[in-house]
């Protein structure tokens, strides 16, 4: 309910009822301590874990840092989009490197703790050489990662005049801005957006899964259009008829 106030603008009714929540979850929690009181140890051990996240919850401020967004995943973290339609994301952040041409996905990787985005660059292009056994001589980046240089690699960033001196470059430079779609598919049609495997790992195996989700999706997009010409050329040849055979004269 809070979150409908919120969308409305309503902050008093949303401060009144997050108040009252805050009430009421802290009475449940001052109540189960008093009755753990006179259980075993065993009890309280099985108790220890949510009553703690519970009165980190209750303790925790607006402004403070490492605040505790989900109770099940607490690596859970406030990602500053900085969009006036979205401002924030809540999840674990994900590097992408996805080809120049083409968009195929070459890597996707999880980096918890929300760095910032020009530390990740080195990580990314080093597990897309990993995993598709070339290392590329360019690289193409947003704005994000101004500052960071990689070795033995060309960094190109959005908005870049200098040195973007052919036709090429800038035709590259310009696809830069391709991977927000991919992305958008990749949350939407491969299902990044909403991560069920649990801890560290499982968001590193999550963005793996999403990223050749995504290729094989691309692979049957085109089988799905070059196989109907296949096919219509295959039987164009087998009904085409035999031409009459030459008849040779002695």
Known sequence: MANRYSHAKQMKRKRKMLKQ??????????????QLTNQSDAVRLAFKETLEKTQRILNQQTQDKNKLYSFHATKVEC??????????EFGVKVGITVTNKSNFVLGARSFPGNPYDGHTLESCLEQAVILSGTRAKEAFVDLGYRGVEVPNMTIYKARQKRGINTRRLKRALKRCNAIEPVIGHLKNDGLLGRNYLKGELGDAMHAILCGAGHNIRMILRQLRIFLPHFWRSLCRILTRPLSAPFLLST
């Open 21 to 34: 929540l805050k009430t009421l979850v802290g009475r449940v929690y001052r109540d189960i301590e008093r």
């Open 79 to 88: 990602i500053s989009k900085g969009k006036v339609h979205k401002k924030y």
